[in-house]
């Protein structure tokens, strides 16, 4: 599962199982990938991209305590987490991108 933040012109964009970083920088799945915040990081756009390195049965205990927490509109049952997982690859450390891995 990815958190993704990163600071653009000032702001503060953030992202839980955010789409855009599923995938290596030059992955398969296209529109999945990580490519579109690759220039940005070269041009050294303060970041951080954090990821939670955990098993399977935390982060879905994790996602139906926030779905039934009622504060988040978008709720993510275990089926939605199986298929995201499907695309997701790991950050590695030649994408260039300032990774910091959470595993508790």
């Known amino acids: 599962m990815v958190l993704g933040a990163v600071r653009k012109a000032g702001k503060r964009v953030e992202g839980l199982l955010d789409v855009c970083f599923w995938g290596r ?48 509109q978008y709720q993510v049952d275990d089926a939605t987490y199986d298929l995201f997982m499907t695309y997701f690859v790991l950050p590695t450390a030649d994408e260039g991108f300032n990774v910091i891995f959470h595993t508790s």
């Open 25 to 72: 920088v030059e992955g398969r799945q296209g529109e999945r990938d990580r490519g579109w915040a690759a220039s940005d990081v070269r041009e050294g756009v303060a970041h951080e991209l954090h990821v939670l390195d955990l098993p399977d049965s935390i982060c879905k205990a994790r996602l139906r305590q926030r779905n039934t927490s009622g504060e988040h």
